[in-house]
């Protein structure tokens, strides 16, 4: 497997791999990962899809890429997803998925087209006392010494960083400031979390620092991530004869180790009660879905909580990860991520407006016409004054196809469960979905006498406890996640935000779908180029804008730098003058 960018390698079909119609493949989970695997193995490694078998323990796939109307319950989605278009993987793969909705048509074109049309953007990020403007006004507010440590993070080799809290790197300059209220709620990042994921992600998405208060950068699919990418390729996939087993419980994958190869032996599985095991050759490949972020999620409903389950189950990504952990060390370090929930987790709820109570405030916020098809509220927004530090969010409506046009769907999540609330003065994870959605109406600016029964009769709320939504971020070193494919392995490789890949950052969608196109094209050695990461961190068009950008737009000869560099700065400048440097820096606005 190698990496390439530019036309050259994105345009061109592969060669049938050699030996390919002997192989077959069993893919351990069915999240975005696991069928961008599938994917890449009918598509470019050509493997006819009856050898292909994917063992789910849900009965529906999808994994965290979830929405779903549950019977006697409402709409639900854990989460969402924004996307960038630098996402280079995952645009690879889905301009070659037909969309389920347009005959002709690919899943990329149907996005690009409807983020050309709407383009994204928010008209209010944040907000304060019961609904008013935070008046955050796009800046950062960012003091130097702020900027001084965001710039000393970026530049910090990955080794300083190994199992580094973000605390350890940023002080309150950084931590009191609007870079952080608008990082933090985009990105789920606690303080507490990796300081080495924190640069990670700067590095990777510093061409979009200008976009980051008003999420001009991001682009969202027309309805949830599961009618919107899942079902288009499960679609495909069924198309092409792969075989799905759901209600399928992988416990194992068992390994003959030696010096200088790593075989996958065996899978063992329980289907319909029964435990089985799967033999395998070295014909048979294996790809594992490790670990799992919405492990031991659970729903509550509109009247009862959602419990808060923290036991690793039997079956789960997390067991299965550990026994495999246990048989080489090159496997990883599952419990690095998974021993303290209580770092981990945070709360989410889905809200569905029943009349035409709720829409108006939603309107008053993000200035536009919910109702509209169009970008409604342009990404989350926070209450920043929250004692759970709670955000929400409306997308395009319908969210989902099947929901009336009267009603809207909404997302609302809280990164402090174990808070009491402003209005409800109980803890986000002991509340009902009745109760959270109080709490939001009042971070709205509904009248208190209005809150109660608005919440009961003109909502339904669904709320979700997530244990371990947030395991990836916790602080690590080399090794403690497996590589996509380890050294010596013959026939298996790891898949999606507990794989280790180069250079991309997890708990984004490109990075589960480059884990699925980087295994698929290693175990087959298909002949085509893996899309490098986007390499705007070398770029020093990118580098001349983001820190600027970080600086609310002022202008190097604008900053406190002191006389000494002052002095500096005045030489430097005068050297570059009539210089294609002096022209480069004018056009980003640094002097």
Known sequence: MYYSSGNYEAFVRPEKPEGVENKSAYIIG??????????????????????????????????ACDGYQYNN?????????????????????????????????????????????????????????????????????????GSLEIMKLFFTPDEDLYDKRITDVFDDEVLNSNFWLYWRTMFAFENWHSALEMKLYIKRFIHHIGGLPDFRALRFTKYNQYESMILPMVKYLEAHNVQFHYDTKVENVKFDIKKDAKVAKSISIIRDGNEENIDLTENDLVFITNGGCVENSSLGDQNTPASYNTEIKKGGGWDMWRKIAAQDEAFGHPDKFCHDPEQTNWMSAT????????????????????????????????????????????????????????????????????????????????????????????????????????????????PCMMPYITAFFMPRRSGDRPAVVPAGSVN????????????????????????????????????????????????????????????????????????????????????????????????????
């Open 30 to 63: 069915s999240g975005l990962a696991a069928l961008s695997a599938a994917c890449f193995l009918v598509r470019d490694g050509q493997m006819d899809g009856k050898r292909i078998h994917v063992l789910e323990k849900d009965p529906i796939p999808g994994g």
């Open 73 to 145: 319950v409402g709409y639900v989605v854990r989460g969402g997803r924004e996307m960038d278009n630098h996402f280079e993987c995952m645009w690879d793969l889905f301009h070659s998925i037909p969309s389920i909705e347009t005959e002709g048509v690919s899943v990329l074109d149907e996005y690009y087209w409807l983020n050309k049309h709407d383009p994204n953007y928010s008209l209010m990020r944040a907000t304060v006392n019961r609904g008013d403007d935070a008046h955050t006004d796009g800046k950062f507010a960012l003091s130097e010494k």
């Open 351 to 462: 809200v569905t407006t029943l009349d035409d109570r709720i829409p108006p405030y939603i309107q008053n916020i993000c200035k536009r016409d919910p109702f509209n098809g169009k970008v409604v509220t342009g990404g989350i927004v926070t209450a920043k004054d929250s004692n759970w530090l709670l955000s929400w969010t409306f997308n395009r409506q319908p969210h989902f196809r099947s929901q009336p046009k009267d009603q809207l769907v909404g997302w609302i999540y809280g990164l402090f469960s174990d808070r009491p609330g402003n209005y409800v003065k109980k803890p986000m994870r002991e509340c009902t979905g009745k109760e959270i959605c109080m709490e939001w109406l009042y971070h709205m600016g509904v009248p208190v006498n209005e809150i109660e029964d608005m919440a009961e009769h003109s909502a339904n709320t669904v």
């Open 492 to 591: 298996f490789a790891f898949l999606g935000q507990f794989a280790e890949t180069v250079r991309d950052t997890i708990f984004t969608t490109e990075y589960s779908v480059r884990t699925g196109m980087e295994a698929a094209y290693t175990l087959l050695n298909i002949d085509r180029g893996v899309p490098e990461v986007w390499g705007s961190t070398y770029d020093v068009r990118d580098l001349l804008n983001a820190t600027v950008k970080l600086n609310d737009g002022k202008k190097l000869t604008e900053l406190d730098l002191g006389l000494k560099r002052k002095l500096a700065l005045k030489e430097a400048l005068k050297k570059a003058e009539g210089t294609d440097i002096e022209k480069l820096l004018r056009e980003f606005n640094v002097i």
